[in-house]
C-alpha cells in the first residue's frame, strides 16, 4: 500500500529554520518532491528530486534556502527550509511518481500519482 507520511511543520519566525520529513512505503519511487499550497491558490512546486540519479530541482524563490535530500536506507525525503520567510507560509505536501521526472516535469504536482495529507509550515514577521 502507498503512503506518504509528513512531519516537522509548525510555526517559526523569519529568518528561522524548519525540517520537513516525508516517509514513504508501499514502493521505490523514481521521481519525489515537495509541493506548497495556500489556500485559493494553486499548488506549486517547491523542490523535487529524481532519484535514481539524486539530481535535485527548485523553484526560483526557495533556491539557496531549501534543500531536498533522500535516505534511500529509510525511505525518508527530507525538505531543509533555512531563512525562512512569511511567503513560504503555506500546507506543505510530499508527493510521489512512478515516472522519471526532469526539470519543468518535476516541478509539475499534475504529473506525480501519491500525495500525502500535509503538514502545516507558518513563517511569522
Known amino acids: 500500500q502507498v503512503q506518504l507520511v509528513e512531519s516537522g511543520g509548525g510555526s517559526v519566525q523569519a529568518g528561522g529554520s524548519l525540517r520537513l520529513s516525508c516517509a514513504a512505503s508501499?514502493?521505490?519511487?523514481?521521481?519525489m518532491g515537495w509541493f506548497r499550497q495556500v489556500p485559493g491558490t494553486e499548488r506549486e512546486g517547491v523542490a523535487a528530486i529524481y532519484t535514481r540519479a539524486g539530481r535535485t530541482f527548485y523553484a526560483d524563490s526557495v533556491k539557496g534556502r531549501f534543500t531536498i535530500s533522500q535516505d534511500n536506507a529509510k525511505n525518508t525525503l527530507s525538505l531543509q527550509m533555512n531563512s525562512l520567510k512569511p511567503e513560504d507560509t503555506a500546507m506543505y505536501y510530499c508527493?510521489?511518481?512512478?515516472?522519471?521526472?526532469?526539470?519543468?516535469?518535476?516541478?509539475?504536482?499534475?504529473?506525480?500519482?501519491?500525495w500525502g495529507r500535509g503538514t502545516q509550515v507558518t513563517v511569522s514577521s
Open positions: 508501499g514502493y521505490t519511487y523514481n521521481s
Open positions: 508527493a510521489a511518481s512512478n515516472s522519471w521526472l526532469w526539470v519543468d516535469d518535476a516541478m509539475n504536482p499534475a504529473k506525480y500519482n501519491y
